[in-house]
């Protein structure tokens, strides 16, 4: 499986909870239209050890390959969800990767 992972700061009109609030009930479910998404996990930072978080919020989205990832996000859902991105982040200090799991610590 591959994962797409993004690194998002929030739009400067916004509080941290408007912030959130936003990505969990508005771009939410234009993500979960994203075709061949097999998960999707937001993590919205809570704190940081030294108190300067360079982001506000982590989203991880899984795709059985790279092809459909890359199609996924080059298709009119992914489109939506880019577009839509602007309303409640700042574009310019998105951090994108496509990268590959490997567990090394799990609970059972």
């Known amino acids: 499986m591959i994962k797409f992972v993004a690194t998002l700061a929030k739009h400067p009109s916004m509080t941290h909870e408007e912030f959130v609030r936003y990505w969990r009930v508005q771009h939410v479910p234009l993500a979960r239209e994203l075709p061949g998404l097999r998960r ?24 059985d390959d790279e092809e459909t990832c890359r199609a996924s996000l080059a298709s009119p859902a992914g489109a939506r969800a880019r ?26």
Do not use: C, H, N
């Open 40 to 63: 999707y996990v937001i993590s919205p930072v809570v704190a940081s050890p030294d108190g300067k978080a360079p982001y506000d919020g982590v989203a991880e989205l899984w795709f």
């Open 83 to 108: 577009q839509d991105m602007e309303r409640f982040t700042e574009p310019d200090r998105i951090t994108r990767a496509i990268t590959v799991e490997e567990r090394i610590v799990w609970a059972d």
